[in-house]
């Protein structure tokens, strides 16, 4: 089931990211792969065709997962 609201999604970011805590969606996270800077706002959540939620980042043709995205501040 996807998340119908900002409050679950956020739920939803706190349960499934293994490596990373969420307070807020308006976080920003640092993507390794296509090095773009990001809200959790713009994670995209899509479900496959099990039902299971993927999480992906917002970035056209970009495969990048929770272990891809950094703390901006490493990056400053
Ligand atoms: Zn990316």
Redesign the pocket.
């Given at each position: 089931m996807l998340p119908q609201t900002e409050g679950r999604k956020l739920r939803l970011f706190q349960e499934t990211d293994p490596l990373k805590q969420w307070y807020s969606l308006g976080e920003l996270r640092f993507?390794a792969?296509?090095e773009?800077l990001f809200s959790g706002h713009d994670i995209r959540v899509s479900e496959d065709e099990n039902g299971a939620v993927q999480f992906r980042?917002?970035?056209s043709g970009?495969d990048?997962q929770w272990e891809?995205w950094e703390y901006p501040q490493l990056h400053l």
């Open positions: 993507c792969k296509c773009h980042c917002p970035t970009c990048g891809d």
